[in-house]
């Protein structure tokens, strides 16, 4: 059984969300994480986020049938990657961590403005400042992307 499937439930306090994702790189205006349900220090996380439509990318991907970006899944499944890598209480966090390959990436469905994504992340190796993670987004219990991550950083 995956990691995803038996972590224990916890919320997750506002601060507790905004410690996390200050060990993130991106400014709030390019973040995909609205809330943190579950963060297992350096093994596994979920998070949400909710598209509210008035995201100015979402005006011209599609106009008039709006479509959150595939390649936006992708990064809010990076970041929540991020998030657990970061959290790890056993390996300091990386400086400058970013997102340097997607593997088996496959975009199963859209989402749209009012729905919620709710974004897994499993950390399957890490070897230095490489981490590899396992990442699904789903939406109203459909998967919208499943993704292979890796992210790298500096010591």
């Given amino acids: 059984m995956s990691v995803l499937n038996r972590i224990v439930v916890r919320s997750f306090e506002m601060n507790d969300l905004e410690k996390a994702l200050s ?6 205006e390019f973040r995909f994480l609205d809330r943190l349900t579950v963060l297992d220090g350096g093994k596994s996380g979920r998070g949400e986020y909710r598209i509210r ?42 400086k400058n961590l970013k997102l340097t ?4 990436a ?25 981490v590899q993670a396992r990442a699904v987004v789903t939406v109203n219990g459909v998967d919208v992307l499943a993704a292979d991550l890796a992210l790298s950083g500096e010591n």
């Fill in 23 to 28: 060990l993130l790189p991106h400014g709030p």
């Fill in 53 to 94: 439509g008035d995201e100015p990318f979402l005006r011209g991907h599609f106009p008039g049938v709006p479509i959150f970006p595939g390649v936006l899944l992708a990064e809010a499944a990076a970041q929540l990657a991020g998030v657990v890598v970061q959290s790890d209480p056993a390996v300091a966090p990386l």
């Fill in 101 to 104: 390959a997607l593997r088996n």
């Fill in 106 to 130: 496959k975009i199963l469905g859209a989402a749209r403005p009012g729905d919620v994504l709710e974004i897994r992340a499993e950390v399957t190796g890490r070897l230095g400042n490489l």
